[in-house]
């Protein structure tokens, strides 16, 4: 069955930095990967989708990178800001491409 | 452009009661699906549903869980005779027609407690 893997639950990083997240997986080769950022007591917001004949997307801020040799996503906010503090969550669509399978997250905090 | 709802977004029950969550999707959408969200976990895929049809339930336990979402109302995820370890956040998503499992749009969750 397909895993995916958050390589860390907590990330602490300063105010203006570059922060990267991981996501690895196995088993498996998904048509496209996605990110969702989830506050405290809230429902996960999607933020970004890369397919897997694209090397990059951008948006703002933000950056992902989509590796199938590797198998592997990165996942970047520049200029990172407080308010930026969240979990991120990685999610792959499942084989039959009914529902979406989540890592367990990385724990961002900026400290200004 | 409501996003989507769920209520309660609280709901404390005894073991052995029935637990109901309601979840709207958003205007358009024909795609709902329920994930389970237990403390120091991941979100857990339960079940996929269209108007009337239960598309995959294969994350769904087999014993006292159900889903629908009928023609007309919300979907509704029911948990019969509820033990402490349903005890969890349960959230509803919605997408819109085309592929079911591109961008998924949460609502806020309910919080079920089982005491």
């Known amino acids: 069955s397909q895993k995916i893997e958050q390589n860390s639950e907590a990330l602490n990083i300063q105010e203006g930095k570059t922060a990267t997240l991981t996501c690895n997986y196995t088993n498996y080769s998904p048509a496209y990967l996605q990110w969702y950022r989830q506050d405290p007591g809230r429902g996960p917001v999607f933020l970004l989708l890369?397919?897997?004949?694209?090397k990059e997307k951008r948006k703002e801020r933000l950056k992902v990178t989509f590796d199938t040799t590797l198998k592997q996503s990165l996942f970047h906010i520049t200029a990172s800001q407080p308010a930026d503090s969240a979990t991120y969550l990685c999610a792959l669509d499942n084989q039959a491409g009914t529902a979406l399978i989540f890592g367990k997250g990385t724990t961002l905090s900026v400290s200004s | 452009n409501a996003g989507v709802m769920q209520n309660p977004r609280h709901l404390v029950r005894r073991r052995g009661q029935e637990a109901r969550l309601r979840c709207s999707p958003m205007?358009?959408?024909?795609?709902v699906y329920w994930y389970r969200q237990l403390p120091e976990e991941g979100l857990k895929f339960m079940v996929y549903l269209q108007k009337e049809n239960i598309i995959d339930e294969s994350g769904m336990p087999k014993e006292r869980f159900s889903a629908e979402f009928p023609k007309e109302g919300p979907s509704i995820l029911r948990i019969q005779q509820v033990v402490r370890g349903d005890s969890a956040a349960y959230f509803c998503a919605s997408s819109p027609p085309g592929s079911p499992s591109y961008e998924q749009y949460f609502g806020p969750g309910t919080r079920l407690t089982v005491t």
């Open positions: 890369i397919r897997e004949n694209e």
């Open positions: 205007k358009g959408h024909s795609h």
